[in-house]
């Protein structure tokens, strides 16, 4: 198929049906000349692969340097280590047994970019504690203890597909997972949730130096969402207008991190939003590039934030999400089932971190009824 060019010498792509979501994406490849002979080889997929224009440069200058194997060589070395489980033999079996596994292509990419050059000519057995380690250390340095865990889980998931499956022997010990405290609870007090709304009104932004800055429409509007209907980020930027039914008041979440797509209630604050929105010809409500699936605004984000002068530990959309539980629990009027369904935490044990907000709103009700007694007391 015919190649468009890219700023990028020797990068080039076409255009294919996106794997995992709806639209198109690019496929990139890189070509270069050795010995007056031309190559040309794939690079990876926009989204499946998380590949950019400025990566496969990255990529082509390897092979060029000789510091990555193109296909050919891979095949050779592949043969030469034929019959033998190595760490990527059993990742390409998984793949192929798990062909719907959600997430997927975010195991795909942490295994190429963390665990593929360090362990995956390597066989199970001969993995040591100290490797695993190394990884680990090496990970902290620029990740969070999260991103890490991810990484490791997907090693600890590979050895154990390798054990129930009786293809290898595995080493006797486990892989170690960094501890993560996910119950993060982030919440803004009256002042800073006021001068938050007011910039995402405004869509205007100011440095320390008052130079002012537009804020993305998109930008905007998703974190207003994230505000109203407790969205998580991930699923702001799944949102399609398919999703969005204005008649019957209701907004579809795909793929929750539950699990099965959920019905949220769109309340008003959420209709006015989206009914204002710009409607272009993506099917996506907040189109990425090329009016793909948006992966992340960061960016723009965390200017919002620090203009409004939110902590630099508030995750933005993440944030807000825990705002609007958080503005819910403590009004009293709200259940915890109801609050549970609302952010579809397929766990009551996620929504419990909520409940002493409610029992806290409750105790100072009771305690007004008992000065209501107080006040009828008649003094001796």
């Not at 198109?24 to 070509?31: F, I, L």
């Not at 007011?198 to 804020?215: M, N, P």
């Not at 272009?280 to 723009?300: Q, T």
Request: with cysteine; net charge positive.
């Amino acid at each position: 198929m015919k190649r468009a060019k890219t700023e990028y010498p020797g990068v080039v792509y076409r255009e294919a049906a996106r794997i995992g979501g709806r639209g198109k994406e690019r496929v990139y490849y890189v070509r270069w000349k050795k010995d007056g002979i031309g190559y040309e080889e794939k690079a990876g997929r926009q989204y499946a692969d998380d590949m950019t224009p400025a990566r496969a440069a990255r990529i082509r200058g390897q092979l060029i340097e000789g510091k990555r194997q193109t296909r050919p060589e891979k095949r050779e070395a592949a043969k030469a280590q034929e019959g033998k489980w190595t760490i990527e033999a059993l990742w390409r079996d998984y793949k192929e047994t798990h062909p719907g596994l959600k997430g997927l292509p975010q195991d795909e990419s942490r295994y190429k970019k963390y665990l593929s050059a360090a362990l995956g000519d390597k066989e199970p057995a001969e993995l040591m504690p100290l490797d695993v380690d190394r990884i680990r250390l090496k990970l902290l340095k620029t990740m969070k203890p999260a991103s890490v865990k991810n990484t490791l889980e997907l090693l600890r998931r590979l050895l154990g597909y390798a054990a129930k499956k009786r293809l290898c022997p595995v080493p006797s010990w486990k892989v170690t997972l960094p501890t993560v405290n996910n119950l993060k609870t982030e919440d803004l007090k009256p002042k800073q949730l006021e001068k938050l709304i007011a910039i995402l009104r405004e869509g205007i932004v100011k440095d320390k130096d008052g130079r002012a800055t537009l804020i993305s429409e998109d930008a905007r509007a998703a974190m207003m969402l994230a505000l109203t209907t407790g969205m998580r980020r991930g699923e702001i930027f799944k949102l399609e207008w398919a999703d969005v039914d204005f008649q019957r008041g209701f907004i579809t979440i795909r793929e929750p991190k539950g699990g099965h797509n959920e019905t949220i209630p769109m309340s008003e604050a959420a209709r006015k939003i989206l009914e204002a929105h710009p409607r272009g010809e993506s099917p996506f409500v907040f189109p990425g590039r090329h009016a793909g699936h948006r992966v992340d605004a960061g960016k723009e984000f965390r200017k919002i934030r620090d203009a409004a002068g939110l902590p630099k530990d508030f995750r933005p959309m993440h944030g807000l999400r825990h705002t609007f539980a958080s503005h819910l629990a403590s009004t009293g009027a709200v259940d915890l089932y109801t609050l549970q369904r609302l952010l579809t935490h397929k766990s009551f044990q996620m929504t419990q971190r909520y409940a002493h907000l409610r029992d806290e709103t409750l105790r100072n009700a009771a305690n007004l009824a008992g000065e209501l007694v107080k006040a009828q007391e008649v003094e001796p």
